[in-house]
């Protein structure tokens, strides 16, 4: 990673971080602290590729489900030929600016260290560069150092700038008079509160509290800058500006998606047709050979010949191929279809998936239990898709973002790209689908229903506060977080937060090593679901050490362990007893759970430890013991 701009290209990186990394936390338009100075991570168009250029990550079903909503939500077309890139990679023997990730200095505002000054001020016009550090000129014998000020200004469309610091401390009887020499100082107590930390200005003796920042009324209104985007125009705003602390968790929110892939024989040639769909759509016999000699045509097709191809063809035109559905669907079908093991059958190197049904006799499966699928071998494709600020969009229960949620809240990687980054990881996992008949039997007892109109009431109480943070910007933002889950995800979100803690003793990784993947469903849907995959993995790595699928035959045993844990918690009775819809903080969105039973590290939740309740799936300090799912020890 390369602070811009800098025009040696042999000069050495200001910092390093991992591939993976730059999909999440660190992704394009993050905030990242260097050791000597604040920078914003470059957006795609500051990605350089050497060597062999970009990795290209090959994920047709993936793309299917992003390309439409990333067309409706105004971001372009994406790729057919390379729609997902892995980040660059770098030499770290011998770096070089022409690969790797500009990273652009922000903010712009710097405080002086003397605690005699604490002058606020421009780096680029009142500061000195030496030795990699700035450095503010105190009195006219005497230099200090100078930091990036921590604080910025953000608004819920995700644009990013310098909070408008002499404009603020001016605010008041000085608007229609502003000072012309102005002289900032940024004041602060000892306890860094906001109320005892002001901007002043020394010329004129006005000044702000912090504190005021935070009035709706007050804010002042957000121009549109991208600084990720380098000298990208500002686009039309009318949100609310907020003062935003620049390591606060808030500040950044990637939007990931993801899906696993699943290839067979019969869908190989599907996604191979898929892949080149806008150009082959149009082939007949005679057209086919002249589009085979276009070079992404003829990658797609070498392993098919004419006839299937064109058969695939007409069968995608007449709708017998359906163009795939929800991810989380497809891969819910997929595991459920998976016959048992045949006597010396394994995985090939060239296998991305390699899954089969644990052959244990339905009467032998712990109560509840529909099958439990071991898969010795999973690929799982992750991308960037945007990122938020402020608040997080919350994707649905198939892991996707509508295309409203894209146009509106999400802030683009890049101002002219037609690809997204993304990572693969090898691992493996276990799949647990409940029996669907025990699964609605539960949902219609009356312990349930009352539970679950007290977790809605907390979820309402949860929105109202929602649409309140959000508000105040343009007509056309949405105000409205993602639907209420429904009973049935917190009774599967809270058993995989169990059983993931439960295994970790056993399996050989750490709990912060796992995660999960829920499919959910309603049983008025087409594909009613109920089911959870736990997995592992790591990106660049072909494999993991098969201490998670090895813990299938033991399943009776963690889901003891993950009872235990589930029925006493260390807090108790105040977390059994606590009540989302009459909580006075901000914990409207979860039960019956704390740290001291079911959150775990928020890298290996979905859902960043909401929609939990523990009562749903053990009985439960002053919860009814029939609104659990396992009102028995397996």
């Not at 996992?429 to 007892?445: K, N, P, S, T």
Request: aromatic letters at 6%; hydrophobic letters at 40%; one cysteine or more.
């Amino acid at each position: 990673m390369t602070r811009s701009p800098r025009k040696d290209p042999h000069v050495k990186p200001n910092g390093a971080i991992r591939k993976s990394q730059l999909l999440g936390a660190f992704g394009p338009g993050a905030m990242v602290d260097l050791i000597d100075d604040a920078v914003v991570i470059g957006g795609l168009d500051h990605w350089s590729f050497t060597g062999k250029g970009a990795r290209s990550i090959s994920a047709p079903r993936l793309r299917e489900a992003l390309a439409p909503a990333l067309r409706n939500a105004g971001r372009g077309e994406l790729s057919v030929e390379h729609p997902f890139r892995e980040p660059p990679t770098c030499d770290d023997k011998a770096p070089s600016q022409q690969c790797g990730v500009r990273a652009l200095e922000f903010p712009q505002w710097f405080v002086c260290q003397n605690p005699q000054c604490r002058a606020l001020v421009r780096g680029r016009f009142a500061l000195e560069r030496k030795a990699d550090h700035w450095h503010h000129q105190c009195t006219s014998t005497h230099q200090s150092p100078a930091v990036p000020v921590r604080f910025v200004g953000a608004c819920a469309r995700g644009h990013l700038q310098d909070w408008p610091w002499d404009a603020f401390a001016h605010r008041g009887p000085h608007d229609g008079d502003p000072c012309p020499m102005a002289n900032l100082a940024l004041l602060e107590g000892t306890s860094g509160d906001f109320s005892e930390i002001r901007v002043v200005c020394r010329t004129c003796g006005t000044g702000q509290s912090l504190v005021s920042a935070s009035i709706p009324e007050t804010r002042p209104t957000c121009v549109g800058h991208r600084p990720w985007l380098g000298n990208d125009e500002p686009e039309d705003c009318e949100e609310g500006l907020r003062l935003l602390v620049r390591t606060a968790s808030n500040g950044y929110f990637a939007q990931i998606m993801s899906a696993l892939s699943l290839p067979s024989g019969d869908s190989a040639l599907e996604d191979a047709v898929a892949s080149i769909w806008d150009i082959v759509a149009t082939a007949d016999e005679h057209a086919l050979p002249v589009f085979r000699r276009i070079p992404k045509v003829q990658v797609a097709l070498a392993n098919f010949s004419d006839a299937d191809v064109l058969q695939a063809i007409e069968a995608r035109r007449e709708g017998k191929i359906a163009v795939p559905g929800p991810i989380r669907t497809e891969e819910f079908q997929r595991f459920v279809a998976q016959p048992e093991p045949r006597p010396g059958e394994h995985p090939t190197p060239k296998d991305d998936f390699f899954a089969r049904r644990l052959p244990v006799p339905a009467a032998e499966l712990p109560l509840g239990f529909e099958r439990i699928v071991v898969a010795h071998k999973l690929r799982e494709v992750r991308a960037q898709i945007g990122f938020t600020r402020l608040e997080p969009i919350t994707a649905d229960l198939e892991g996707e973002y509508d295309a409203t949620s894209l146009q509106v809240r999400a802030a683009p990687l890049g101002s002219d790209t037609d690809w997204l980054p993304a990572i693969e990881i090898h691992g493996e996992g276990l799949f647990l689908q409940l029996r669907e008949v025990d699964v609605v039997a539960w949902e219609r007892r009356d312990a349930v229903r009352e539970r679950e109109r007290e977790l809605r009431t907390g979820y309402e109480a949860w929105a109202t506060l929602f649409r309140a943070r959000a508000g105040g910007g343009s007509n056309d933002a949405p105000r409205d977080p993602p639907p209420f889950p429904g009973a049935r995800y917190f009774l599967l979100h809270s058993l995989a937060h169990l059983l993931l803690t439960a295994m970790s003793l056993e399996c050989g990784y750490a709990a912060s090593a796992l995660r999960e993947r829920i499919y959910c469903a309603s049983a008025q849907s087409p594909v009613p679901m109920a089911a959870i995959l736990l997995m592992t993995g790591t990106p660049g790595a072909e494999g993991t050490l098969g201490g998670l699928a090895d813990q299938a035959v033991r399943v009776r045993a963690h889901l003891r362990r993950a009872f235990d844990m589930g029925t006493l918690c260390s807090n108790d009775p105040v977390c059994g007893a606590h009540s989302p819809a009459t909580a006075r903080s901000d914990r409207h969105l979860e039960g019956a759970a704390c740290h001291g039973c079911l959150f775990i590290a928020e890298c290996s939740c979905e859902r960043f430890n909401a929609f939990l309740d523990r009562a749903l799936v053990v009985p439960t300090l002053g919860q009814p013991t029939q609104a659990a799912f396992f009102t028995r020890r397996p």
